[in-house]
């Protein structure tokens, strides 16, 4: 079967922060329509992996080539739709509509001066419609629980209608009931809208449970390939230091 | 015809004062939600600063007061920006130097005076026909980049990360936000005075949110809060002889009060 057309390439990349090396030599292809978890530990690399790829940290080494181009000329942002890591504890006093937040996610794809369109507001209503926060339209955003918040900054991340979705640590603040709904959702977009997702999170077993490949970081690469050959206490080890054992959801008590 | 129209320096003064309270408020939220309420307080004591210059060099001090503030936001982002200094520091190192600068200055020119007052806390009889088309034009100036960039303003306001991950140039915009708040307050110094802008620029918009809307409700309400606070505020100066900065700020304080009252027995 021939491969599908790469979207992500790293090529032998490292970033440090002033002298400490925080990701080192990493190469990996992400490809249209994969479904890639990102685990490891604390201060592995994660966040900042996810960084150099937005272009919001420069890396100190190798290339990064996106969608064929190398970041730096890589002109049409929209095509990555980002959700951060801090969402579910953003201003609370900010006053802003979940449609005013929504809404700029459109702002990558339009210019200085421009205004929404028609197709804009389209875009982002269906964005809000697919999430299941249209309901909150014109409810403050400050007003959500953690899980509505969320799905308002997927809305938001969709409605520049990419064909990246990069998530970080997207279940932290969402209670366990409305990760599971959560994680069916983030499946649907893979397998239904055909997008390609990046999700990182400290969440082992759902990792192995959800996405179709695994990438495991430690600053550097410590595996990358289909879950169930990876994910077994060797690599655990690697990545978590002696004495990790792999827990499923279902051996843990509530 | 009211009697208090009568005379051109009350109606060069509404002009003046209708066109500070669109603007300031405008500016304001942008300030307000980046937690950056001190910002017009320190740009408002540069421009005291700009205003001593001026009058120690004998030039309207209006011009010397918009282009030190200018300069000074130039310099309070790049602090701000190196990140060695704490943004909020950044900010009371502005504050107290450009005071102490201009009470040198105004000392070395003798210049503590009735006219001073007027600068401190607004006079509604010093707007000159040359200062009104200061304010209009920069008014105006401000107005046309708030609305043309609205949606670039409020996404670096939200989330600065998220917007520069979409393209957008965030420290630019940022300098801008800092600048046009530096014109904002350097014009509104001659009704409002330098003491009592701050208020002007924060507490409509503070009104304005106590009734939980979203962004652009909330802004063109306050921008009704602070015209109302402008107009009620001459009128009350002009007519019990009061300094029309503390009489702006007091009506703006009363509608502050009443939206706390009224947000909280819904």
Known sequence: MPLEEPYIELDNVSFSYDDTPVIENLTFTVRKGEYLGIIGPNGGGKTTLIKVILGLLHQTEGRVVLFGKDRHDFKEKHRIGYVPQRVTQTDKEFPATVFEVVKTGRIARLGFFERFTKKDIDAVERAMEISGVAKYRDTLVGNLSGGERQRVFIARALASEPDVLILDEPTVGVDIGAQKTFYDFLSSLNRDQHLTIIFISHDVDAVSQETKTVLCLN??????GLPHDLLNEHVLERLYGKHSKLLTHKDTPN | ML???QYDFMIRAFEAGIAIGIVAP?????????????????????????????????????????????????????????????GESVLALFLSGSLAIAVIILSLAKGFNA?????????????????????????????????????ELFFTSFDPELAEASGLPVKAINLMTVMLAAVAVAISIRIVGVLLIGALIVIPVISAMQYGRGFRFTLILSVIFSLTSVILGLFASYYLDLASGGAIVVVALIIFLFSLALVKRS
């Not at chain 2, 806390?121 to 088309?133: C, K, N, P, Q």
């Open chain 1, 219 to 224: 600053h550097n690469l410590v595996c990358h």
């Open chain 2, 3 to 5: 009697e208090i129209f």
């Open chain 2, 26 to 86: 405008l500016i304001g939220m942008f300030l307000v939600v980046r937690r950056y309420s001190l910002m017009a307080d320190t740009l408002a004591h540069v421009s005291f600063a700009g205003v001593a210059i001026g009058l120690f060099l004998k030039i309207n001090p209006i011009f010397s007061a918009i282009g030190l503030s200018v300069l000074a936001s130039f310099g309070i982002e790049s602090l701000r920006n190196s990140r060695r200094i704490f």
């Open chain 2, 115 to 151: 006219n001073l007052f007027s600068y401190l806390f607004g006079s509604i009889s010093t707007v000159s026909t040359a200062d009104l088309l200061v304010i209009i034009v920069l008014a105006i100036v401000v107005f046309l980049d708030v609305m043309f960039l609205y949606k």
